[in-house]
């Protein structure tokens, strides 16, 4: 009889288990969390004060800047001959860029945005308010504004500094720069995040890229492409029968470690671009950064391994970085899940660009800049379309049977295309046929540290560090016969 009492109480609380189970199941479905954060914070805090959001804003913009240290130690995908210039071009991108943006690149991109003072002179084409921050510019917000732009702007330089790597003239890279960062980086930016034409596109939508898989990524990939094609492949690269050889980096270890620091910054540039502490967003929008760029760079060390059966770390960090830049213009409207899928096609995309870019079109890609930043980039504008969810902003995609930001989008897709490729054809093959862009094949079989920097990067290197020993082992040895003597 006991034993009888024991089964049915066990049957029983086997019963209350799984209805209490299925009961709190059913509450999570049925009620609904709280994406935006909206209800949270009005729960939890009366308001932030706007000194919050200055330094929100402000830390974010110092995370980003330090991102330009990730950049250069990608430069171990360059022989040690070269890894001088490619640093060079990222420092001058880094210093010359922000140089450039305040002088033309941030009026051109936010005047007429009257998104802070000062900023109410443009059109839906190109803004020329807010030059040099004179005026009524000189304004905390808008200096804030400012600060916050200039240094996301330094990636354009980074982007085909990578693509360009080993041998292009310093001067080139300057005045390729200069033409960039002004025209193809501030006028398509001023069209999605000045509030221009593509901004406000009669569909009823206008195009979203929250953190700048087009503006940035696409178009500086974009012209890099157009650079490198202009350029023509590093001395060895292609055969005769036009087979492609595999040049190799000189430290994948940077490699490794630069991809985390960009990771690192990464996570507050997308967050950082809510430009306010109180968008509780942010939490969704940092997680949505990390499961995209791991999500890339899982699929990449999977492909890799299935295709040759060795894992290539160096791959599978550019498939990292290839899941960060998709994410970045969705990362604000998309669920994890999607973030997911993005980062994982991100990946793939990243492995077949390269193929595409060196195997048909025959363009020489030493860090496979193109690939990760103008292919991915383009992806990443295409993902808000299908992916977002309608849980901020109101913006909504496929996935909730809207079409209408996928048009948008798909417009903004094309708009990159044309004008970044056009603008980009004209600015390197313009410079190739007038001043010269390229290095002389002596200077690029020697190294460009010597020639362009006049001192190596690993000075106490090979050669240099072995006639250091032979003279120290020399001397050791005159003392040790003197003290036998």
């Given at each position: 009889m006991q034993n009888m009492c024991r089964i049915k109480m066990s049957r029983f609380g086997l019963v209350l288990f799984c209805s209490v189970t299925m009961f709190f199941l059913w509450a999570n479905c049925v009620q609904a969390g709280d994406p935006s954060g909206a209800f949270t914070f009005t729960q939890s805090f009366e308001g932030l004060s706007t000194s919050g959001n200055f330094v929100w804003i402000l830390v974010a913009a110092f995370l980003i800047l330090f991102m330009q240290a990730g950049f250069m130690l990608l430069g171990g995908l360059v022989r040690s001959k070269n890894m001088l210039s490619y640093m060079a071009h990222c420092f001058m991108a880094t210093t010359a860029g922000v140089f450039i943006f305040w002088l033309f690149g941030f009026a051109f991109m936010f005047g007429g945005s009257h998104l802070a003072s000062g900023l109410d002179k443009g059109n839906p084409f190109i803004g020329y308010g807010g030059f040099m921050l004179l005026g009524d510019t000189y304004d905390v917000k808008t200096i804030l504004l400012f600060t916050f732009m200039a240094v996301v702007a330094t990636f354009i330089g980074s982007i085909i500094a990578g693509a360009v790597a080993e041998r292009i003239k310093f001067s080139a890279f300057l005045i390729a720069g200069l033409l960039v960062y002004t025209f193809a980086y501030s006028f398509y930016g001023h069209w999605i995040w000045g509030e221009g034409w593509l901004a406000k596109l009669k569909l009823g939508v206008g195009v979203k890229d929250f953190a700048g898989s087009g503006v940035v990524h696409a178009i500086g990939g974009i012209c890099a492409f157009m650079g490198a094609w202009a350029l023509g492949p590093r001395i060895g690269k292609f055969n005769k029968d036009g087979s492609s050889n595999h040049i190799h980096g000189h430290n994948i270890a940077y490699v490794l470690i630069g991809t985390v620091v960009l990771a690192f910054g990464w996570l507050a540039y997308d967050a950082g671009s809510t430009l306010a502490i109180s968008e509780l967003r942010s939490s969704i929008i940092a997680a949505n950064t990390l499961l995209a760029g791991i999500s890339g760079?899982?699929?990449?060390?999977?492909?890799?391994?299935?295709?040759?059966?060795?894992?290539?770390?160096?791959?599978?960090?550019?498939?990292?970085?290839?899941?960060?830049?998709?994410?970045?213009?969705?990362?604000?409207?998309?669920?994890?899940?999607?973030?997911?899928?993005?980062?994982?096609?991100?990946?793939?995309?990243?492995?077949?660009?390269?193929?595409?870019?060196?195997?048909?079109?025959?363009?020489?890609?030493?860090?496979?800049?193109?690939?990760?930043?103008?292919?991915?980039?383009?992806?990443?504008?295409?993902?808000?379309?299908?992916?977002?969810?309608?849980?901020?902003?109101?913006?909504?995609?496929?996935?909730?049977?809207?079409?209408?930001?996928?048009?948008?989008?798909?417009?903004?897709?094309?708009?990159?295309?044309?004008?970044?490729?056009?603008?980009?054809?004209?600015?390197?093959?313009?410079?190739?046929?007038?001043?010269?862009?390229?290095?002389?094949?002596?200077?690029?079989?020697?190294?460009?540290?010597?020639?362009?920097?006049?001192?190596?990067?690993?000075?106490?290197?090979?050669?240099?560090?072995?006639?250091?020993?032979?003279?120290?082992?020399?001397?050791?040895?005159?003392?040790?016969?003197?003290?036998?003597?």
């Open positions: 760079a899982v699929i990449v060390v999977l492909y890799t391994y299935w295709k040759s059966r060795k894992a290539d770390i160096a791959e599978a960090c550019n498939g990292a970085l290839g899941g960060f830049v998709a994410v970045s213009a969705p990362c604000a409207f998309i669920a994890p899940w999607a973030a997911v899928i993005i980062g994982l096609v991100g990946g793939l995309l990243m492995c077949g660009s390269v193929w595409l870019v060196e195997r048909k079109f025959r363009v020489d890609d030493p860090l496979g800049a193109v690939s990760v930043h103008g292919a991915n980039g383009l992806w990443g504008l295409l993902a808000v379309g299908i992916f977002a969810d309608g849980s901020y902003g109101g913006v909504s995609g496929l996935i909730v049977g809207s079409g209408q930001q996928f048009l948008a989008q798909l417009i903004a897709f094309a708009t990159a295309i044309v004008w970044a490729g056009g603008l980009g054809f004209v600015i390197f093959f313009g410079l190739k046929h007038t001043i010269g862009i390229r290095v002389s094949e002596a200077e690029e079989l020697d190294g460009l540290d010597m020639h362009i920097h006049g001192t190596q990067c690993y000075p106490a290197d090979g050669r240099y560090m072995e006639d250091i020993d032979a003279v120290m082992r020399k001397h050791i040895r005159l003392g040790e016969l003197v003290n036998q003597g």
